[in-house]
């Protein structure tokens, strides 16, 4: 699933084509890319036609149209979503599901989903601290590279729970953005085991944590964000190029560029995480 440098890099390119311009008519052509929307096809593409975009925005991994009437387009591109560009003459891409024209001439916008794992809602805007937020992801705690991004809070939240730190870090209620790539890649680069208990964790450590999740995300998303495969590309249809930049994630068996010892991969919450075994030692007593 797209993480924060990923989907930034698609709420930049909308905000350059699609702010400021009105929309003229929405087609659905797949009932799941809408399933989020429980008032059904006929009121999603109703209630947008004649909405002005005022502009793309983005909490942690979430990412929205803010419209004029006060609604908000929520887009969430699980595992293969893309929001692309396009001439309204270009062919019509294998997996497109969601069909935006505007009433100029410049390019519609595509919603195209191979997994169908995402999708488009409308919801309510409404105030969380200080800020408009679709109503469905206002509980959702600010992101790293928020202005307003408090890191001494942030810390004190991720050691008052009684878990392993990177569950915490995952957390998208104590700090939003980070997914199971940047978690991996923060702890490589902090020292920190994923499996820490997070009452063990100094507040000096989860300061080096939380700084070492902003660079890493500050340098993926100037590669353009990780992609694995086709499936993640930004709005013109291009692959960013940090996967080769990854230190821990996905490189099980390679020597550690620090210390030279082989990636260990062990299972994580159906997934997996990955670590150097002398580099980020195992803590003694884990908690289940």
């Not at 790293?144 to 942030?154: L, S």
């Not at 992609?227 to 993640?232: M, P, R, T």
């Amino acid at each position: 699933m797209p993480e924060l440098p990923e989907v930034e890099v698609v709420r930049a390119g909308l905000e350059k084509h699609v702010s400021g311009r009105t929309i003229a008519e929405v087609s659905v052509l797949h009932p799941r890319a809408i399933r989020r929307h429980v008032a059904g096809e006929a009121d999603f593409s109703g209630r947008l036609a004649g909405e002005r975009v005022l502009a793309a925005r983005r909490r942690g991994k979430y990412l929205w149209l803010e419209l004029s009437g006060q609604d908000a387009v929520l887009a969430h591109l699980g595992m293969s979503g893309q929001m692309l560009m396009q001439p309204e003459d270009a062919p019509d891409e294998k997996h497109l599901r969601i069909r935006v024209r505007f009433d100029d001439d410049g390019p519609e916008l595509r919603f195209v989903d191979q997994r169908t794992f995402g999708g488009l809602a409308l919801s309510e805007l409404v105030e969380a601290d200080g800020t408009l937020l679709p109503s469905t992801i206002a509980h959702i705690a600010r992101d790293p590279m928020d202005p307003a991004f408090d890191p001494v809070a942030a810390v004190k939240a991720l050691r008052s729970r009684r878990t392993e730190v990177k569950r915490a870090l995952l957390d998208q209620t104590l700090v939003s953005g980070v997914g199971n790539i940047y978690a991996d890649e923060a702890l490589w680069r902090s020292r920190l085991h994923w499996a820490r208990p997070t009452d063990k964790l100094t507040t000096k450590q989860g300061a080096a944590l939380l700084q070492a999740a902003t660079d890493v995300m500050g340098e993926a998303l100037l590669a353009g964000g990780t992609s694995f495969d086709a499936l993640y590309v930004n709005v013109n249809g291009q692959s960013g190029y940090f996967e080769r930049s990854l230190d821990a994630y996905g490189q099980e068996g390679r020597a550690c560029r620090r210390c030279g010892t082989p990636i260990r991969r062990d299972p994580f919450m159906n997934r997996s995480s990955f670590s150097c075994p002398r580099c980020q030692p195992k803590p003694r007593l884990t908690r289940a």
